[in-house]
């Protein structure tokens, strides 16, 4: 049996590669998958990868490719999430912020440098048609501890994961000022280019196990019950979540690669586009 060692972010889009385990389909195929959770995100994910602490990530887009141009030794094998992810933009609760508009010229707290978070407030940022060169990130490394620098007052605003994001909202630790949707698929898997060369077979078995998963896990006997209790979320939020949200089964499109690394090179986080 191969060992296949695979990072992830604990949250409610990996549940399809969490069940593969839970019911033994990956051992049917003759992979021992070996989950790491990377509650800090794209940036830890990255150096996981780099530093050959796991074999394969399933991790942002925007996140994997800026780190690949900047030599990562990894490349992305497929799709993962093709709707977008839907960043929240949050602000301390009792903080007198109350519009996007209100942000400029602020500090974004971010999980790491080259983190989605960072990658995401850049883009916002420019999308708005604030000067990018005036942003000063305070990294926090992770939700936990965004929370106690907004709180604060060590940093103004927080973009993770809507959906994640909202039992702060709801406990009002948090508030949310606006949305930031990816023009982009959100998740891909990644595998490290070593890893690859040498279990490419092993690669493409686990891809056909979770794809078949993947591709019915929407019509789940009372997946938005499970769902809710596992990441304790609001039933109707999950049901929200579900219906805005499409797993793949392809290759990123390479028009998505395109866009991504015109907005990396726009913002000077890539050599060249």
Not at 10 to 32: K, S
Not at 130 to 158: K, P, Q, R
Request: net charge negative.
């Amino acid at each position: 049996m191969t060992t296949l060692r695979i990072g992830g972010v604990p949250e409610h889009f990996n549940l399809p590669i969490h069940l593969c385990m839970e019911e033994g389909l990956f051992a049917e195929a003759d992979i021992h998958v070996e989950w790491v959770d990377f509650p800090g995100g794209t940036g830890a994910m990255n150096a996981a990868l780099r530093n050959d602490e796991i074999d394969l990530a399933v991790i942002l887009t925007e996140g994997i490719i800026k780190d690949i141009d900047n030599g990562n030794p990894s490349s992305i094998v497929q799709n993962y999430v093709s709707s977008p992810l839907i960043w929240g933009v949050h602000v301390a609760q009792k903080s007198d912020f109350k519009t996007i508009e209100d942000l400029e010229n602020t500090r974004p707290a971010i999980s790491r440098y080259g983190s989605g978070s960072h990658t995401m407030a850049y883009i916002q940022a420019e999308q708005l048609g604030w000067d990018t060169s005036t942003i000063e990130c305070i990294v926090v490394n992770n939700i936990n501890t965004a929370v106690e620098a907004l709180t604060a007052g060590e940093a103004d605003y927080f973009m993770w994961e809507h959906f994640t994001t909202k039992p702060l909202v709801d406990k009002k630790i948090f508030k949310r000022v606006s949305d930031f949707p990816t023009p982009w698929s959100s998740f891909v898997i990644a595998a490290t280019d070593k890893y690859k060369a040498n279990n490419a077979t092993t690669i493409n078995k686990f891809l056909e196990v979770l794809n078949r998963k993947t591709k019915d896990f929407k019509l789940l006997k009372g997946i938005e019950h499970l769902l809710s209790e596992r990441y304790d979320q609001k039933l109707e939020d999950i049901k929200k979540w579900l219906s805005l949200t499409t797993w793949s089964q392809e290759q990123l499109p390479q028009e998505e690669i395109n866009l991504v690394k015109k907005y990396l090179s726009k913002l000077k986080s890539i050599d060249k586009e």
